[in-house]
T-cell receptor, first 113, second 116 residues
Framework: KNQVEQSPQSLIILEGKNCTLQ??????????LRWYKQDTGRGPVSLTI?????NTKSNGRYTATLDADTKQSSLHITASQLSDSASYIC????????????FGTGTRLKVLA | EAQVTQNPRYLITVTGKKLTVTCSQN?????MSWYRQDPGLGLRQIYY???????DKGDVPEGYKVSRKEKRNFPLILESPSPNQTSLYFC???????????????FGPGTRLTVL
C-alpha cells in the first residue's frame, strides 16, 4: 500500500531556531513531492514542489530536499518565526494510471517566543 | 482575486438529510478535487475531476457523489449523510495534472460538517 510517513508528529521550538521535518514515502511510481503548510482550520498552502529529478527547492526560509533513491524528503525551516506555527504536510503524487495525491499526516510545529 | 470558494463553511445536519457542498474556482483550472481531513489520518481524496464531465474516484468515495457540469464548479453531494462523514472537507483545484510536477494545487477554506 502506498504510504507517506512524516516525523516527528509534533515539534516545539523557540523563535529564531532552525528545524527539520522528515518525510519517507513508499509511493511508486513517483511523479513529484510537495510540502504544504496548513494553519489551523484553513486549507493547505503550497510551499515547494519537486520532481524526481530535483533534489532541493527553496521558498524563502523553507528549503525542501529530496532523495529519490532512498525515498526521503526533508523540509528545513531557517530562523523560525511565530507565524511558522502550523502543520506541515508532505504529499506525493503518483501518475500510475490515475492522478492521485497521497498525503502524509503532517508534523505539527509550534514556535514559542 | 484568484481563489477557491466553498459553501457553506460550517454545517450541522442530521443523518439521512441530503446535502450539497459547493466548490467554485475562478482560475480556469482543469483539475478539481475533494478531500476530507480527519484527526490522525491526514487528507484523503474523495473524488477528482480532470475536466468537465470527467470524474473519478479517489481513496474514499463511498457515500459521496460529485458532478462537473461546468469547469468552475465541482459540488460534493452527500445523498444520505451518516455520522462517520463528520469531517473537515476541502476542495482544491490546479491548472492541470500533467505529471510534470510544476502545477500548484490551490485549496479552498474548508467546510466543517457535523452529522448527528
Amino acid at each position: 500500500k502506498n504510504q507517506v510517513e512524516q516525523s516527528p508528529q509534533s515539534l516545539i521550538i523557540l523563535e529564531g531556531k532552525n528545524c527539520t521535518l522528515q518525510c519517507n514515502y513508499t509511493v511508486s511510481p513517483f511523479s513529484n513531492l510537495r510540502w504544504y503548510k496548513q494553519d489551523t482550520g484553513r486549507g493547505p498552502v503550497s510551499l515547494t514542489i519537486m520532481t524526481f529529478s530535483e533534489n532541493t527547492k527553496s521558498n524563502g526560509r523553507y528549503t525542501a530536499t529530496l532523495d529519490a533513491d532512498t525515498k526521503q524528503s526533508s523540509l528545513h525551516i531557517t530562523a523560525s518565526q511565530l507565524s511558522d506555527s502550523a502543520s506541515y504536510i508532505c504529499v506525493v503524487n503518483s501518475p500510475s494510471g490515475t492522478y492521485k495525491y497521497i498525503f502524509g499526516t503532517g508534523t505539527r510545529l509550534k514556535v514559542l517566543a | 482575486e484568484a481563489q477557491v470558494t466553498q459553501n457553506p463553511r460550517y454545517l450541522i445536519t442530521v443523518t439521512g438529510k441530503k446535502l450539497t457542498v459547493t466548490c467554485s474556482q475562478n482560475m480556469n483550472h482543469e483539475y478539481m478535487s475533494w478531500y476530507r481531513q480527519d484527526p490522525g489520518l491526514g487528507l484523503r481524496q474523495i473524488y477528482y475531476s480532470m475536466n468537465v464531465e470527467v470524474t473519478d474516484k479517489g481513496d474514499v468515495p463511498e457515500g459521496y457523489k460529485v458532478s462537473r457540469k461546468e469547469k468552475r464548479n465541482f459540488p460534493l453531494i452527500l445523498e444520505s449523510p451518516s455520522p462517520n462523514q463528520t469531517s473537515l472537507y476541502f476542495c482544491a483545484s490546479s491548472p492541470d495534472l500533467s505529471g510534470a510536477g510544476t502545477d500548484t494545487q490551490y485549496f479552498g477554506p474548508g467546510t466543517r460538517l457535523t452529522v448527528l
